[in-house]
């Protein structure tokens, strides 16, 4: 069982910044990644960035330079600084992490429950 729980959401005006965290609980595998995804209204969602165990990193190109992502893997622990924000970064931000429990096992995905970012004036 994992569990992710995402904060740090809310209300910011353009140019602005958020941290966003996400913490998972349960049974954490050594090798794993996680990442950020976003769903604004009307959209599908998309990937923001990925953080592997080693701490290997892919951004989307419309957030590469403002958005940066890191982990605390002693703690369990995802971030996503989000700075220079712009009213099209508005979404859902959603924790995502795929791993497997043995080299026997398929590779599963698990998602948080979200955290809600709006960016206006």
């Known amino acids: 069982q994992v569990q992710l729980v995402e904060s740090g959401g809310g209300l910011v005006q353009p140019g602005g910044s958020l941290r966003l965290s996400c913490v998972a609980s349960?049974?954490?595998?050594?090798?794993?990644?996680m990442g950020w995804y976003r769903q604004a209204p009307g959209k599908e969602r998309e990937m923001v960035a990925t953080?592997?165990?080693?701490?290997?990193?892919t951004y989307a190109d419309s957030v590469k330079g403002r958005f940066t992502i890191s982990r605390d893997n002693a703690k369990n622990t995802m971030y996503l600084q989000l700075d220079m924000l712009k009213p099209e970064d508005t979404a859902v931000y959603y924790c995502?992490?795929?791993?497997?429990?043995?080299?026997?096992?398929?590779?599963?995905?698990?998602w948080g429950q979200g955290t809600r970012v709006t960016v206006s004036s």
């Open positions: 349960g049974t954490i595998s050594r090798v794993n990644v």
């Open positions: 953080i592997t165990q080693g701490k290997s990193t």
């Open positions: 995502h992490l795929n791993q497997r429990r043995t080299v026997l096992d398929k590779y599963k995905d698990y």
